[in-house]
């Protein structure tokens, strides 16, 4: 005869509460018990509505991803809650952090990923406060919620905007942790978009030069990062993208160095093949993300003109690649959103390229 097998093995209740408090030191000294390592936590916000959204999201799904099997049942079955609302609280040490552990329902305690998300990139840009984006991400990479590259994008847009682009870096920099990785274009050119905007949040000072110059070479060396080359090759090569390269000599062109400007602009042509100067006829969206793309490289070309003078090889293509392609494209974009003004007002792509435009006049 042949004996019954059981999948998963049966733990009283009892035996349940023992074992919970017996885990507290397990969690603590033996990381063969342990699934991942301290809750993430979070600073405090001038926004009461933020610091709720985070604390349930600590409590309700970050916590739980933290536990154990037996741990699990304790929080999710029905039968045990009682275990969980005695007179002794039942708590885990995770950490050096003892956590009270009470009963939790998938559908009502715990917060939608997508919808939550959005709100809290919303107030994080409202209240300007991004400290605690990166253990955010963290938590929510460990509790296993997707979050897809155009949320990620969105997420680096705001903080960049915001001035944060030193939170970016972070996520970034912990991207085995945070899931943030350059891997995606779009997450590439507004982490390369954010040094752009360092110059213009600072009225294009030399300080401010110098640092998106170097925000921006961060940026560059991170994307070499075995971390970040994941799915990188051919026209997903986010560094071979001249939008993205365009940016870099930008920066080193505003900063007045010739040597640098230059091997980015030969590094820009020679990806020219992957440039995207295509518009959809009187789509004001795709107009805005090109005028995006390409303002900056626009921006880059007059400035690194200035610098290269007559003669040099790079200039010359830079005279003929401005002339036949890239002032005429972006004048489309321009001439799509200037008719959809009335309708949505100025657009994203028009700010920038006004903002560039004064600091790359003469």
Not at 222 to 238: F, I, P, Q
């Amino acid at each position: 005869m042949v004996a019954p097998t059981l999948k998963t093995p049966f733990i009283c209740r009892p035996c349940l509460l023992r074992l919970l408090h017996t885990q507290s030191r397990a969690f603590t000294t033996s990381p063969a018990r342990r699934k991942h390592g301290p809750v993430p936590s979070f600073h405090p916000t001038p926004s009461a509505e933020l610091d709720t959204l985070l604390s349930t999201f600590r409590s309700n799904i970050f916590l739980p991803a933290h536990l154990i099997h037996p741990q699990h049942t304790l929080l999710y079955k029905r039968k045990n809650h009682t275990l969980l609302t005695s007179d002794e609280p039942a708590t885990v040490k995770l950490g050096g952090e003892v956590h009270q552990l009470h009963p939790l329902d998938h559908q009502k305690d715990e917060p939608k990923t997508r919808s939550s998300f959005a709100k809290a990139m919303a107030l994080m840009a409202e209240t300007g406060d991004w400290r605690n984006l990166p253990p955010f991400l963290e938590g929510l990479k460990t509790a296993r919620r997707a979050i897809k590259g155009w949320q990620f994008e969105k997420a680096v847009r705001l903080a960049n905007e915001s001035g944060k682009q030193g939170v970016v870096m972070e996520c970034l920099r912990r991207v085995e942790e945070t899931g943030m990785g350059l891997w995606d274009l779009g997450v590439a050119r507004e982490a390369m978009w954010g040094a752009v905007w360092k110059v213009i949040q600072g009225n294009g000072s030399e300080e401010a030069v110098g640092r998106a110059r170097r925000h921006a070479e961060s940026v560059w060396e991170l994307m070499w990062d075995a971390k970040h080359t994941e799915n990188m090759g051919g026209e997903t090569d986010v560094r071979r993208r001249p939008e993205v390269l365009g940016v870099l000599v930008l920066m080193h062109a505003m900063a007045k160095d010739k040597e640098a400007a230059e091997k980015y602009a030969a590094l820009m042509f020679k990806s020219w093949g992957n440039a995207s100067l295509e518009l959809q006829d009187g789509d004001w969206n795709d107009a805005n993300h090109k005028l995006l793309m390409w303002a900056p490289v626009l921006a880059g070309m007059d400035t690194g003109n200035k610098l290269f003078g007559k003669g040099n090889p790079i200039g010359k293509t830079i005279v003929e690649k401005r002339k036949r392609e890239v002032k005429p494209f972006v004048d489309r974009c321009l001439n799509v959103l200037g008719n959809d003004a009335m309708q949505g007002g100025k657009r994203r792509g028009v700010k920038l390229y006004e903002e560039l435009t004064k600091l790359s006049s003469p």
